[in-house]
């Protein structure tokens, strides 16, 4: 069982191409293993507490529940549209999730994890953190340019200080793997210079889980958050659920402290196992401008889809730069990519191809060999390991060599089917295995391939990708 998680967004707005990114990576790593025969357990989902939520639902006009109803729902219809198939949604506000994240609680406090103090400093409610006076640039939130709040009140606080120890050597033994390799450098360093308790309630927040011993005080957003990924996975029913841990959770570089440091120390105290790896991917800028409302060039990927169609929307989204790197997503390219590598790549490859196969009445003497060979295997491997963009650069690579090829027999000039037999039997074959090797990226043009490319029969079909 592999059990991979995406993060779950915060539902202030609608979905943008940012979280379509990490999902659809996480999707394709969830596809490539259950391509491979394993069984995976994929969850998607959305945060739904805290402070911002309630105020963006009275801004709307809409009480908080509907407000997140409404906004959650985007997010599925969203996922639904790019072919994104999670095993299970989760919502901060499902009820099995509060009760497991009510029992996690009292499980910390049972372990003797928390205390209560009475905290006395800053807060940004964009952020949803508690901010420190070396966090500020001229006195406000670096992300959010402004002020934080002076905050005076009495919070339940979780020792962290007791378990930064474990955790630091748990992820210098790699028993959590943090990659790429300079995150887990940077995650080691932050527990270097050491990390203040922090709290796990704070009063005077409505919208939110109120803790089982203390009404009067509600979750803290970013504890009620992380537990969701041991509440989907059932434990509520059993308390040794089968699908905990996580073998992967997949997070932005913005939140790696409360993936990397907060959870598995959470888990250590409350007493369950501790996530297997943490991938981190890293921000993207939009043809070179940071993404911005205001900017107005916030890509819908629903729009994206209308567009491009499914397939064609998924590619454009992750073959942009490698996972884990900072990238630019060249939406003024959009369509030359789309071209070059779709329309007049791998679409034109097969309609030649199979036009060809079809003129010399090949049909059904080629023979595919449909075993899944070197090549899938190397390209899924990289899959496997979320180098989707590695993966992508070499499956173009061999759809260029199959190109050159064909452009340097020409089967076209030619009469006889002897004389053509062998060069568009080697077509045919790396036609199949990429087509075979796309499965995970664009599923649905990939499944059209396999079946026109079969060892029965070669058919010739419809186009794959209209040129834009
Ligand atoms: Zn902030």
Redesign the pocket.
């Known amino acids: 069982m592999k059990y991979i998680t995406t993060p779950i967004y915060y539902v202030n707005d609608k979905p943008h191409i940012g979280h379509a990114y990490t999902t659809l990576v996480a999707d394709i790593v969830a596809r490539t293993h259950v391509l491979s025969g394993e069984e995976v357990f994929f969850l998607a989902g959305t945060d739904e507490h805290g402070t911002k939520i309630a105020q963006a639902a009275e801004k709307a006009g809409k009480q908080p529940q509907e407000f997140t109803d409404e906004i959650a729902a985007s997010f599925k219809e969203a996922w639904q549209n790019l072919g994104i198939e999670y095993n299970h949604f989760i919502r901060t506000t499902d009820t099995d999730h509060k009760k497991t994240a009510q029992a996690f609680l009292s499980k910390l406090k049972e372990n003797d994890a928390l205390y209560e103090d009475e905290y006395e400093g800053l807060y940004?409610n964009?952020?949803e953190t508690f901010l420190h006076e070396k966090d500020l640039i001229d006195g406000k939130?670096s992300?959010?340019k402004?002020e934080p709040e002076v905050v005076k009140e009495k919070n339940w606080f979780f020792k962290l200080s007791e378990y930064v120890e474990q955790v630091k050597e748990k992820i210098k033994t790699d028993e959590i793997i943090i990659r790429p390799e300079k995150f887990k450098k940077e995650v080691l360093s932050a527990l270097e210079q050491g990390v203040p308790d922090f709290s796990v309630s704070r009063p005077n927040v409505e919208w939110g889980i109120p803790l089982p011993w203390d009404s009067k005080q509600t979750m803290y957003v970013w504890v009620d958050a992380l537990i969701n990924y041991f509440s989907a996975t059932g434990w509520e029913n059993d308390l040794e659920g089968p699908k905990w841990p996580a073998d992967v959770h997949v997070v932005g570089k913005d939140i790696i402290k409360f993936h990397a440091i907060y959870w598995p120390a959470l888990l250590l105290a409350a007493g369950f196992d501790i996530p297997k790896s943490i991938l981190v991917n890293g921000f993207f800028t939009i043809d070179g401008q940071k993404m911005s409302k205001s900017l107005g060039n916030v890509i819908d990927p629903n729009e994206l889809v209308d567009a491009y169609g499914v397939d064609g929307a998924r590619y454009l989204i992750v073959s942009q730069f490698p996972f884990g790197q900072d990238g630019d997503i060249a939406q003024s390219k959009f369509d030359e990519k789309y071209n070059a590598d779709l329309a007049n790549g791998i679409g034109n490859l097969v309609q030649r191809v199979s036009t060809l196969i079809e003129k010399f009445e090949l049909e059904k003497s080629l023979e595919i060999n449909e075993e899944k060979g070197d090549f899938v295997s190397e390209i899924w491997q990289h899959f496997n390991v979320f180098e989707i963009f590695e993966g992508i650069t070499k499956i173009q690579k061999k759809i260029q060599d199959t190109d050159e090829l064909l452009a340097k027999e020409k089967p076209w000039e030619k009469e006889k089917a002897e004389d053509v037999k062998d060069i568009l039997q080697t077509s045919a074959q790396n036609i199949y295995e990429i087509g075979k090797a796309l499965q995970p990226i664009i599923p649905e043009t990939a499944t059209q391939i396999l079946k026109r490319f079969t060892k029965g029969e070669i058919i010739k079909g419809e186009g794959l990708f209209p040129r834009k």
Do not use: A, F, I
Request: charged residues 30%.
């Open positions: 940004c964009g952020c939130c992300d959010h402004k």
